[in-house]
């Protein structure tokens, strides 16, 4: 979160560190559930949270995705394919995150897809090039963006879905999972008031992103940010130093959001 | 001891008239009866075996008078006290030679099939020559012992009355021989009577006496 | 009557040939009604406690028979197709909850449902041998299917084009067996179980290929701009799913018109079903039918013709009853002699018929034994039979 030779706000990145520490530190479950708990499997940290919040002592959250990994890309072996499979709930972010998800079997029936209820809202990207061939026609591979939850109004609406899931699947716990969701929809709701007005300091100012991942950020908190991809433990080579000059002429940011902190020689 | 007395016989809707005013035969004696064919030799067999009745006139057997019982009790003293021997054996092709000479037992209530009987049965046929051969269908034998075991089926129950009927029409002479020297064996040993049908004449010196139904004469040997 | 069974006994031993088809007659008129009635009732349990367990099914509007016949015994009667759609509604409705089924293709000679996993909880289904598909292109196979193929997990099944004349529709699709399922004793047994999406995959409708922006063979690419490719003839589609190739699988067009045979529509209680059923009444597209209301009528069917199966059986058996009659009179002709025979040595002619009713009694006891035996037989294995001559 920092551009070279740039003062950088402490308080918009440390509020932004939080957020992306929420949904790229993967939280390997320990084992030994209870066998009247929930068992819930999520594909993400967010959702993972959201149902811990909401389930407490009464759910077995479980995120298997590996340190190191991003949940995002990450694809299961088949003992844990199984295990998703084999859970009371299994939470899917939905617009597109984990692709996996798409390519494996999952039970219909305890999937929820988090997200269904504002598949409206879902931001388009493509990235893809259309190609035809066969009797399919013509067809590009486009997606959408699918780090929802940097929306707290989405984030909260994710976890009005895990409420809901988790009270059908234990309705004699359904006024708990009540009162912890009003719960975290009143923190949520405060997040996304506070970045608001923290948001509100950097109207329109331009701001570069190391990943196209702020989509809805941006939306919600009429941020003006671009991207570039850049990894924070790798050093970007002279090409990308000149793009980025290029870019910087257009597009004048002063501020640059990382999801880690990157390397000390990338900030110099 | 078998007695006929003034015995009168026709098959209805028959010119055939049998009368025989009288002949007896006594225990261990062996009798020979030939005649022409048709003149009746198996019909008075028959009459004395119970088997048909007579129009007037007695058989005896013993003391009893055989033309005087019930249907029922005439069957019975017939299976008990009358082992019959056919010309043409009479065997049942689907039993065994034990199973044919314990047929009699199987058939009639007269008679009780046990160990003893059983036991008898395997003496009797070994004694006949036909001891390794129990196990065999008649098929299976020559003719010489298809009669041997059925002499020993008429032989089984101890009868007091023998009746063959042409026994040995169907033998060599040598079988012929056999035949008759085991049956007058068994006559002689039992003090039973034998009645022999025969048309052969080289075989009526072997008998005690000769009932010839030609002119109805008992000739003695 | 020991005695007279044990004559009789040798008489029929001995006439081996005439006793075998005498036994054989009376075994075939008696097990013919029974095996057919035994197989009728197993249909008939079958037939509706697999209706009953299924309270409803959505699906195109036709044949309400076809409709369930397909879904629920995986018959070849190919029901028009509904789409996703069609399930997401039933979904939205907060009603009831939809299990989708297509059934379209078969590996030699067996079904390919494509259903959720939701269907294995649905129907009491369990895993005997390997485990639960996970991935496209994997399968989970009924145990008949094993047992015939003599295949397990970790083999693979192809499936058959689906016609062999429509070169450029359907691909056989190699799919792996990732387990065999536990013995149901029912349609399942016989099925090969997939994803939608996989069967989505052999309907062409979801592929792989390679890259075409990044593919070094400029041989595959027809036409190429900055924002589309044009791919030939050429391209590789492959043809199996593996680890490898799984992440360029992708599916193409609107999701919601995917095709689906039918959906096992599970509604939250009475109430929601009766609610339901009314809002598809008077569908432009769609029926819900109730799959007992189907079978039995079917089985109203079946016990017609039963009616006029019984009517025959009834008359041949009369024949047969007369032929025996016939058999045993000149059979006793033969055995004049015997019956003269025992007659002289001084039994009634009551032995004679003694000796006769303890063949019958023989015969007819070899029947009921044989009989028995082929029937408990056909009701050890009236399962399957059912399937094979019935619901096949």
New interface residues.
């Given amino acids: 979160m920092y551009l070279k030779s740039t003062r950088y706000p402490v308080r918009f990145i440390s509020f932004v560190t939080i957020i992306i520490g929420m949904l790229s530190s993967p939280c390997a479950m320990a084992a030994g559930s209870v066998s009247e708990k929930l068992v819930v499997y999520s594909v993400n940290y967010p959702l993972a949270y959201f149902a811990r919040r909401i389930g407490g002592e009464h759910v077995d959250v479980h995120l298997p995705v590996p340190a190191g990994e991003d949940p995002a890309f990450w694809m299961p072996d088949s003992d844990t394919i199984t295990a998703y499979q084999q859970a009371d709930l299994v939470l899917l972010n939905g617009a597109g995150y984990a692709k996996w998800v798409d390519r494996v079997s999952l039970p219909g029936r305890r999937r929820v897809n988090t997200s269904a209820s504002f598949r409206d809202a879902y931001i388009p990207v493509e990235q893809s090039v259309t190609h035809q061939h066969g009797p399919g026609g013509d067809h590009s591979h486009a997606g959408t963006a699918f780090t929802t939850w940097l929306d707290f109004s989405l984030a909260a609406q994710h976890a009005q879905s895990i409420n809901a899931a988790m009270s059908r699947a234990r309705p004699a716990m359904a006024d708990v999972f009540e009162a912890n969701y009003q719960k975290l929809a009143r923190d949520l709701e405060k997040l996304d008031r506070e970045m608001q007005r923290v948001a509100g300091q950097y109207a329109d100012r331009p701001m570069l992103a190391s990943h196209p991942v702020y989509q809805y950020l941006a939306r919600r908190y009429k941020l003006n940010i671009e991207s570039v991809t850049w990894e924070p433990d790798v050093m970007p080579d002279p090409d990308e130093w000149r793009m980025l000059s290029r870019k910087l002429q257009a597009f004048p940011a002063d501020v640059m959001l990382w999801e880690r902190q990157p390397l000390p020689e990338t900030r110099e | 001891m078998i007695a006929v007395d003034s015995l009168h016989f026709s098959y209805p809707a028959s010119t055939f008239r049998l009368s025989i005013p009288e002949f007896s035969a006594a225990p261990g004696e062996k009798l020979a009866v030939i005649g022409p064919s048709g003149s009746g030799k198996t019909t008075l067999l028959n009459l004395i075996?119970g088997?048909s009745l007579p129009q007037s006139g007695r058989v005896f057997i013993d003391d009893t008078a055989i033309s005087d019982m019930n249907?029922?009790a005439r069957?019975?003293?017939?299976?008990?006290q009358?082992g019959?021997v056919?010309q043409d054996f009479?065997l049942?092709?689907?039993?065994t030679v034990l199973?044919n000479i314990l047929?009699?037992?199987?058939?009639?209530g007269?008679l009780v099939?046990d160990r003893q009987v059983r036991e008898r049965a395997l003496a009797l046929a070994d004694s006949m020559g036909l001891g390794d051969k129990m196990k065999r269908?008649p098929d299976a034998l020559s003719q010489g012992e298809q009669q041997r075991a059925a002499i020993c089926r008429a032989l089984l129950p101890e009868p007091k009355l023998i009746l063959a009927d042409e026994a040995t029409g169907n033998l060599d002479p040598d079988n012929k021989s056999l035949i008759l020297d085991l049956l007058f064996e068994r006559v002689e040993a039992h003090s039973a009577t034998l009645l022999a049908v025969t048309h052969d004449h080289e075989l009526l010196p072997r008998f005690d006496r000769v009932v010839d139904f030609h002119d109805f004469r008992a000739s003695g040997a | 009557m020991m005695d007279s069974l044990y004559i009789a006994w040798r008489y029929v031993t001995w006439n081996r040939g005439k006793s075998l088809i005498l036994i054989a007659s009376v075994t075939l008129i008696a097990f013919l009604p029974l095996a057919l009635q035994l197989l009728l009732d197993e249909s008939e349990q079958q037939l509706r406690s697999r209706a009953t367990d299924t309270p409803l099914l959505l699906g195109a509007k036709g044949s309400a028979l076809d409709l369930v016949m397909n879904s629920l015994y995986f018959d070849d009667s190919m029901p028009p197709r509904i789409g996703l759609d069609a399930s997401e509604q039933v979904d939205a409705s907060e009603l009831a909850y939809a299990i989708p089924l297509y059934m379209r293709f078969r590996a030699r000679g067996f079904p390919i449902v494509g259903t959720s996993l939701d269907y294995f909880d649905f129907r009491s289904l369990r895993i005997g041998e390997g485990r639960m598909m996970t991935l496209l292109g994997e399968s989970v196979i009924g145990a008949d299917v094993a047992s015939k193929l003599g295949i397990g997990p970790g083999d693979s099944l192809v499936s058959s084009p689906d016609n062999l004349f429509d070169i450029a529709g359907v691909y056989p699709l190699k799919m792996k067996v990732a387990g065999v399922m536990e013995r149901s004793h029912g349609p399942d047994d016989a099925a090969v179980f997939v994803d939608t999406r996989t069967a989505w995959i052999i309907e062409g409708l979801g592929h792989g290929h390679q890259d075409l922006a990044r593919t070094g063979d400029s041989s595959v690419i027809l036409q190429k701009d900055d924002d589309s490719v044009t791919a030939n003839a050429k391209l590789m589609q492959y043809a199996e799913i593996t680890a490898d190739n799984i992440d360029s699988f992708h599916f193409h067009g609107d999701s919601s018109i995917y095709p689906l045979t039918a959906l096992i529509v599970q509604a939250n209680d009475d109430k929601a079903a009766a609610l339901l059923r009314g809002r598809y009444q008077d569908h432009d597209s769609y029926q819900v039918v109730r799959p007992v209301d189907v079978v039995d009528g079917l089985l109203e069917n079946i016990f017609r013709i039963k009616t006029v199966i019984d009517g025959v059986i009834v008359i041949v058996g009369l024949a047969t009853l007369l032929t025996m009659v016939l058999v045993f009179i000149l059979s006793l002709r033969i055995r004049q002699d015997e019956m003269d025979t025992i007659f002289r040595m001084g039994c009634s002619r009551m032995t004679m018929a003694r000796l006769l009713l303890a063949e019958i009694v023989i015969i007819v006891a070899a029947s009921a034994l044989l009989c028995a035996i082929l029937l408990t037989l056909v009701s050890a294995n009236s399962a399957s039979l059912v399937r094979y001559l019935l619901l096949s």
Wanted: aromatic content about 18%; hydrophobic content about 45%; proline content about 4%.
């Fill in positions: 075996a088997i249907d029922a069957r019975n003293y017939r299976i008990a009358i019959f056919f009479r049942l092709e689907y039993l199973d047929h009699p037992y199987r058939i009639s007269a099939l269908h």
